[in-house]
Structures are given as C-alpha cells and as structure tokens.
C-alpha cells in the first residue's frame, strides 16, 4: 500500500518535509482491547496487503508493507519476553508451577492489558489510511478507552522532526509545553 495512491484527507504540518526533501515520518501505536492477536494481526494484514509471521502467541509481525513491518502484540513486555524464549518440555514441579503462572497471567492480562498494533515509521500522507484501519477494526470489534471502566488506551504519534536543529527542537519543546493543558483537556483522558 503506497501512500501516493491518493492525497491524503488530513492535513499535512506546515514543515511536511525534512531537510532532505522526503516526506516526514510517523510511527503510530494503536491501543484497544476485544480483539484476540489473531484477528487483529489478520485485520491488519488484510488491510495492508501483508503477511502474518508469529513471532509468539503475544507478538505477530506483519510484512509486505513498502513502509516496513507492522506489528501486533500484547503491550505485556514480561509476556512477551517469555513468549520469545525457546523452551523445552520440562517435567517436574517447578516447570509445571511456571507453566501455570503464565497461563494464569495471560488469562489476567487478557482483562486489563491492551493489544496493540505498532506501525512502520509511515509517510504522513498515509495518516488517512490509518483512520480507514481504525474503522475496520472498529467494525471488528475493537474496543478504546472509553468502553470500559478499567481501560487506559492510548493512540502514539511519533512524528519525525523537519531536521534535528536547536532551534527546530526548540520550537517543538515550546509548542508542546504550550498547548499541553488544551491537549489534556482535549484528549477527556479518564483519570480514575
């Protein structure tokens, strides 16, 4: 999936390039729930015309995609390091005693731990594909922050700068620090 295929519906930042002429990057996370890794690797393989690799049963990654590889995974890291570990069938009490205390925290986490779906660093003219996503697995079953007393989702933009300047660095710092209460209160993030 190429982002040249159509202009992109968002707005684009007043700098969209870096000082090299490219198109500036950004990496997204998506956090949601209700969706098991397997549906939600499939949905976003589907979407970016990719295929999934099983890397364990907390991580996927998704590949065909000319930006990079997608991945889907449980936002677990303990997990997910256990879950990359080559083990061997063991016998004995203790192989079975933590056998069974990752099973009984992969069952825990599936009530609190969010999935999440971490993008390849994308072109920005890509962002309203992003949003074509979001809906898809929405339609799937995919559920935010705000279907559910104990979820504390995020979405995470991690946008590439124009160039890595002092003063370009500087004005970000400021912007941010600027805007930080209007973007608080424009994000109603629910604070228990």
Known sequence: ????????????????????????????????????????????????????EAISRYEHRVDGDDAGDWMVELDFEYLKQRGRQSRQ????????LDEAAEELLAAGSEALVPMEVVTPPLPMDRLGDLEQLIARLRDAGAR?????????????????????????????????????????????????
């Not at 997204?28 to 979407?47: C, N, P, Q, R, Y």
């Not at 007393?149 to 004005?171: C, K, M, Q, V, Y």
Request: hydrophobic share 40%.
């Open 144 to 192: 935010g922050t705000r279907d559910g007393l104990t979820f504390a989702f995020g979405t995470h933009l991690n946008p590439e700068l124009p160039d890595t300047e002092t003063a370009t660095i500087t004005r970000y710092l400021k912007a941010f620090l600027c805007l930080f209460d209007w973007l608080r209160a424009e994000a109603r993030v629910d604070l228990l």
């Open 1 to 52: 999936m190429s982002g040249t295929d159509q202009p992109s519906p968002l707005p684009l930042p007043p700098r969209p390039r870096t000082r090299d002429g490219a198109l500036r990057r950004v990496g997204v996370e998506l956090e949601m729930k209700g969706l098991d890794i397997d549906t939600l690797s499939g949905l976003v393989a589907d979407h970016v015309g990719g295929r999934v």
């Open 89 to 96: 069938p063991e016998d004995g009490v203790l192989a079975q």
